[in-house]
């Protein structure tokens, strides 16, 4: 029986170093489900066993005339899946080496800045908010830096509460106009 197979693999060797698609395409359906079972085992993704053994399949197909099959085609296409997956593995640890390395580099650089950015971003409102005419201002900071409803500002301030709302719409579009981005 090794020699029935050794004769068919012979015989599909040769076929695909010639170019016989009829020999790749029973060389594809003989191996592929083994290759891929195979390939499963050691990924645990049917999806990516099936990316990795078409690789292989096709790598296959465009190095056909270039082939040089000294073992066994199933051992040849075997080793060839698990090189793939080596190869596989290799570029995840890249692609994970150089995420982190962003990570560090990003972590470095904010840890190195001069000044923090939300730190900076509330300077800017603060000089925002005091650009403001003074009754403005004065309702603003009550509303929302001390968090009084409308009805106190008006009772402290010895106005009307409409007013209060005008002028806390007033600080909100100067604001959005002055610090744009920010908070708005």
């Known amino acids: 029986m090794d020699q029935s197979y050794s004769n068919i693999d012979i015989s599909l060797i040769s076929g695909l170093t010639n170019g016989d698609e009829k020999s790749y395409e029973i060389l594809f359906d003989r191996y592929y489900k083994w290759l891929c079972n195979y390939v499963y085992k050691l990924t645990n993704d049917a999806t990516l066993s099936e990316d990795l053994v078409q690789n292989v399949m096709l790598r296959l197909w ?32 890249k ?3 150089a995420l982190d390395e962003i990570k560090w580099q990003t972590l470095f650089e904010m840890y190195n800045q001069k000044e923090d950015p939300i730190e900076a971003d509330w300077h800017k409102l603060e000089s925002a908010i005091e650009k403001l005419p003074k009754r403005c201002k004065e309702v603003f900071k009550l509303s929302r830096i001390e968090q009084k409803k409308h009805k106190e500002i008006a009772a402290l301030l010895g106005i009307s509460t409409k007013t209060v709302e005008l002028h ?16 708005f």
């Open 95 to 97: 692609e994970l080496h």
């Open 62 to 93: 465009e190095k056909k005339s270039s082939l040089k099959i000294t073992t066994s085609l199933k051992n040849y296409l075997f080793r060839s899946c698990h090189n793939e997956f080596l190869m596989y593995l290799r570029l995840q640890k």
């Open 168 to 183: 806390i719409s007033k600080a909100l579009r100067f604001l959005k106009t002055n610090v744009s981005g920010l908070f």
